[in-house]
Structures are given as structure tokens and as C-alpha cells.
């Protein structure tokens, strides 16, 4: 008598429908992070890193982590991992849903591999925003959630008997039966990215708003002999309590250092910065427009700090041409070719013809790589100091709270600050 097959009840057999639909939808819904991540990076987190905030001091951090040494793998953006990791993920998961035995199998192999590994990374990135960069980037966050989940149902589905007997037949599973019902998921899907990138493609940047009505603010708020208004003002332009006071803060200023304002003002603001990262960018026409208007109260001092290795030359090129009296032309305008690479020598040239900048003394210095010494020392002489991201802001040793980069605070603090 001829003995019955043994029913495969591993993790990697039979269907479950209802976890393999989560599977699915999780998925999507890792896409729709993803796209709207892409979306407000493009935008340079103008209004915050969801970008639903208003357009009033900037606060968003998420830039900090994307243009982090952790914001890429093997030279490519974690957001373009991302999507290719959900996308896979979508469709793996949409032939669990549809296919059977071996192809079956095969698809729910694959997908805890990925989702294995997809657990692993993002815990790495998680990590790396608690522990090193100490700035949070939500969407990425929000992401490292949904992987989380993914693997909360691959231990259930471990755990689990798969569907067997009459029920096991897709023809009688309304699910299975449906594909249609999956492919119009992934169609809404679609719909909602495409609205999500119309929407804030014809939203308007909140960056030069943000600057002018500061602006305005700070000539209403300062009386005749440049005092600034108090109370509710300091008590929302904090210090980051999470960082000590630099006694030695006046090691970060040299006679040579581009600056604004009062060289021999009793205090001293320095902003720390990186030519590739867009919150630098966002935030430099406000850093200017607190320059001059508080230039006679302070001193603010603008100090590159090499993020990754992609800004070093770029950061040569800006010692450089502080030598040449030109720091601020060549940061401007490495900020305008912004973008997913870094600057090459081609730019550099473009730069140079259009700032009035000698570029062979620039070739040359860059070249023979005249100021990398200087730009790590300084790197790792802020990063001793508890300088980890950028932007940051110190007022005479003490780095301020992100939520304190106004105008507003800056006068505040300014006028406040021992």
C-alpha cells in the first residue's frame, strides 16, 4: 500500500494567506516611506523631515543623517537601497500569494533573507543615529519600524502551520483567486506617490520666507540700543543640555578664520558646517542675515567640518579660496551644484571663472593636497569638542538647540551670553 506524502509544515511551505497579505502591504507601505523620504531630501527638509511643518526656525535633522558616512552603501544612497529593498520585497511577496510548491517555497526563502538582512541593516542605521550621530532622522525611523514588523510576522509565520486540506486550494481562497485585488494595491500606491510629488513639487521652497519674515522679526524685536526682546523668546531658544561648555572655544577662531562682524566682540559664534550637507544650505542665507545684522554684538566665524569623505576637497577648495579672499563665493556656490555627488575639478574650474578665483593656484593647492592636514585637524578637534553633525551653532563654547536656529535666539542668546 503506497504511503501518503508527508505534509511539509516548514516555515517555508504551504500558504498563509493573511500573513503573506501583510507581507505584502508592509511592503507598500515601505515604498510610500521611501518616495516621500527622496521627496523632502530633494527639498532639502525645507519643512522638516515630514515636510508638513511651517515654514518657521529650521529644526529638521534627517539631511544630518543622509549626508552622514551612514547615509550610504557601497556608494549608493540608503534611499535608493530602501526602495529597491521594498520594491523586491512587493514582489516576492506578491508571488507567495500566487504561486505554489517549489515556487512557493523559493519566494518565502527569499523573502526572510531579505527581510533578515534588511533587519540587521536598519538596526545598524538606528544605532548609528542613537549612539554616534545623536540626530534622528523619522522617516528613516519610520522605515527601520516597518522592517521591525516585517520581521515580527516572519516569527509568526515560523510559527505557524500553514493552510491545508479544501481550504488549501487557491481556487477556493478568494484572495489567491484575486490577483487583481493585489495589482490595484499597488496601483493606489502608485496614485499616492505620484499626488505626494506634485504636491511638493509645486509647493513653495519655505527657506527665503523663513529668512525675510526672521529678518523683519528681529528689526521689531530689537529697540533702539539693539537689546532684544526676553521672556518667551529664551524660554524656546535653549542650549543643547546633552553638551558640555567648550572652555577652549577661542581655539576654533584664528585671525585667518572667514568671518563677520566684530573681530574683537566679546563673543564669539562659530558655525559648523559641511559644503554637502542641504541643512547647511538651507540654513546659510539665515546665518548671514544674523551676521549682519548682529555683526557689532558678535563675532561669527564660519568653521567647514568634513562629514564624509566625498566634502574633503571640497572643504581644500574652501580654505583655499579664503586665502584668496573669496570663502564666501565658493561656499555659495558649491552650495548651488548641490546635489546626490560630490563636486569634481571640472566644477571647480566652472567656480573659479564665474567667482573671479585663480583656479591654477587652486589646482595646484589642491593637488598637492596643501590644506587636507588642516581641514582633518579641525575635524577632529570640533569632533573632541562635541561637534557630531551639522549644522551646529556655538555661542562662546555652548552649542545651542537645533529648535534655537532663528534669528530670534541668536540675538537673544547673543546678547545674553558670559
Known amino acids: 500500500m503506497p504511503r501518503k506524502p508527508i505534509a ?22 515601505g515604498i510610500m516611506v521611501v518616495v516621500h523620504l527622496w521627496i523632502q531630501s530633494g527639498r ?6 515630514f515636510g508638513f511643518s511651517g515654514p518657521q526656525a529650521i529644526s529638521a535633522n534627517c539631511e544630518v543623517v543622509l549626508q552622514s558616512d551612514a547615509g550610504e552603501l557601497l556608494g549608493i ?25 517549489s515556487d512557493l517555497r523559493a519566494a518565502k526563502l527569499i523573502r526572510t533573507v531579505m527581510i533578515a538582512a534588511g533587519l540587521a541593516y536598519s538596526g545598524y542605521l538606528s544605532w548609528v543615529q542613537f549612539s554616534q550621530l545623536e540626530e534622528y532622522c523619522k522617516l528613516c525611523l519610520m522605515s527601520a ?15 505557524t502551520k500553514p493552510k491545508t486540506g479544501k481550504s488549501d486550494s487557491m481556487e477556493k481562497d478568494p484572495l489567491l483567486k ?25 509647493l ?38 546633552s553638551k558640555a561648555r567648550v572652555e577652549n572655544y577661542l581655539d576654533f577662531v584664528s585671525f585667518s578664520d572667514p568671518s563677520i562682524g ?39 566665524v564660519f568653521r567647514p567640518f568634513v562629514l564624509s569623505q566625498a566634502s574633503l576637497m571640497q572643504v581644500e577648495a574652501l580654505h583655499i579660496a579664503a586665502q584668496q579672499g573669496k570663502f564666501f563665493e565658493m561656499l555659495e556656490s558649491q552650495y548651488a551644484r548641490q546635489g546626490s555627488r560630490s563636486l569634481s575639478m571640472d566644477d571647480m574650474r566652472e567656480i573659479s571663472q564665474e567667482i573671479g578665483l585663480d583656479y591654477s593656484v587652486l589646482e ?40 534655537a536656529r532663528s534669528i530670534a535666539c541668536l540675538a537673544e542668546m547673543i546678547a545674553e551670553a558670559d
Open 364 to 403: 595646484t593647492r589642491l593637488s598637492n593636497q596643501m590644506y587636507r592636514g588642516i581641514a582633518l585637524r579641525q575635524r577632529q578637534q570640533a569632533y573632541e569638542a562635541g561637534v557630531t553633525v551639522v549644522p551646529t551653532i556655538m555661542i562662546n563654547g555652548r552649542i545651542i538647540d537645533s529648535s
Open 77 to 101: 544612497s540608503n534611499i535608493l537601497w530602501g526602495l529597491l529593498f521594498y520594491v523586491g520585497l512587493a514582489l516576492v511577496s506578491f508571488r507567495a500569494l500566487t504561486q505554489r510548491g
Open 145 to 159: 519600524s516597518i522592517v521591525a514588523l516585517l520581521a515580527i510576522v516572519c516569527i509568526v509565520e515560523a510559527f
Open 8 to 29: 511539509r509544515t516548514g516555515a517555508f511551505s504551504g500558504p498563509r494567506p493573511v500573513l503573506d497579505f501583510l507581507y505584502y502591504a508592509l511592503a507598500l507601505l
Open 178 to 202: 484575486r490577483t487583481s485585488f493585489l495589482g490595484a494595491l499597488a496601483a493606489l500606491v502608485v496614485v499616492l506617490a505620484g499626488a505626494d510629488y506634485l504636491y511638493f513639487k509645486n
Open 44 to 49: 532639502g527638509f525645507d519643512r522638516g523631515c
Open 262 to 300: 566684530d573681530p574683537n566682540a566679546d563673543v564669539v559664534v562659530v558655525e559648523f558646517f559641511d559644503p554637502n550637507c542641504p541643512h547647511c544650505k538651507t540654513l546659510h542665507p539665515l546665518m548671514k542675515v544674523a551676521a549682519d545684522s548682529l555683526g557689532s554684538q558678535a563675532r561669527f
Open 204 to 241: 513653495e521652497t519655505a527657506a527665503p520666507s523663513t529668512v525675510a519674515g526672521l529678518a523683519e522679526n528681529l528689526a521689531d524685536d530689537q529697540g533702539a540700543n539693539g537689546a532684544t526682546v526676553g521672556g518667551a523668546v529664551a524660554e524656546s531658544c535653549p542650549y543643547d543640555a
